[in-house]
């Protein structure tokens, strides 16, 4: 029990570090808000009237959710940059010289970027509400698809903070960087996966942000598509495995590579 508490504790004074930094850099923490916003604006506008859904129904509705799961996946950068910008500064080094928990570390990082998550996601509902995006089933099924929301996000933390304590690079990570864009636009958050090439098809058939994606829409009651492929019956399934694959993975990989950082 000494040892649960001392983690408890530490994590959350790893995560008011974070949050300190925020506030003393509330530019950043601004733009991060208003990025996915922009985004959505410019795909329900600007595009929106070219879209159509299989099925029918109204694009910005289909589009929502899939801004929301590209939203946390977008998560990954900020994580792998904090992270591996802490490691290169000499300040993880700092740390593992501390008499603290060391999983903290790591698990403060995760706790402040989940928060930082979640008023993303409120910033995103806000503006989804007034551009005409609803929800259309009741109040459970709207938390339960903020739930797999913040499932994938919280695994895909943990996959940044592995990648970040790996290269302990910042200008490595650079590169990075571009592979979550593919990641994101390589799913079913713009559009359905039968519109595109039978292999590349596939591929966003079975990316774990096409299967939140898919999930959140049926959960919202927005217009999703009816595909016959295996993963997109069984999304909401998927849509649970994805993360906690990642989380049995990357969880203890990361601590281990804290732990034996040299």
Do not use: K
Not at 5 to 17: C, E, I, K, N, P
Not at 236 to 243: K, N, Q
Request: net charge neutral; aromatic share 12%.
């Amino acid at each position: 029990m000494t040892a649960i508490y001392w983690l408890a504790a530490d994590s959350w004074t790893l995560t008011r570090r974070a949050l300190l930094h925020w506030a003393n850099q509330p530019g950043a923490l601004v733009v991060g808000l208003l990025f996915p916003v922009m985004v959505l604006l410019m795909f329900g506008y600007l595009f929106g009237g070219a879209m159509v859904v299989p099925g029918g129904g109204d694009y910005r509705e289909f589009l929502v959710p899939g801004i929301f799961t590209l939203t946390v996946a977008f998560g990954l950068e900020a994580t792998y940059t904090a992270v591996s910008t802490d490691a290169a500064r000499g300040v993880t080094d700092r740390f593992r010289t501390m008499p603290i928990s060391s999983a903290a570390v790591v698990t403060g990082r995760s706790l402040a970027d989940m928060l930082n998550a979640t008023v993303s996601l409120l910033v995103l509902v806000a503006c989804g509400l007034a551009i005409g995006w609803r929800w259309h089933h009741g109040l459970a099924d709207a938390l339960a698809a903020a739930g797999l929301l913040l499932l994938l996000r919280f695994a895909l933390l943990w996959l940044g903070i592995w990648l970040a304590l790996v290269s302990r690079s910042p200008e490595t990570l650079m590169a990075l960087q571009i592979l979550v864009w593919p990641l994101g636009f390589l799913s079913n958050v713009f559009v359905p996966p039968d519109t595109m090439p039978g292999w590349l098809g596939t591929i966003a058939d079975w990316n774990p942000l096409s299967a939140t994606a898919a999930a959140t829409r049926e959960l919202f009651g927005n217009p999703g598509w009816s595909g016959t492929s295996w993963p997109a019956e069984h999304a909401t399934l998927l849509a649970v495995v994805w993360p906690l694959l990642f989380l049995a993975v990357f969880v203890p990989l990361s601590i281990r590579r804290y732990r034996h950082l040299t």
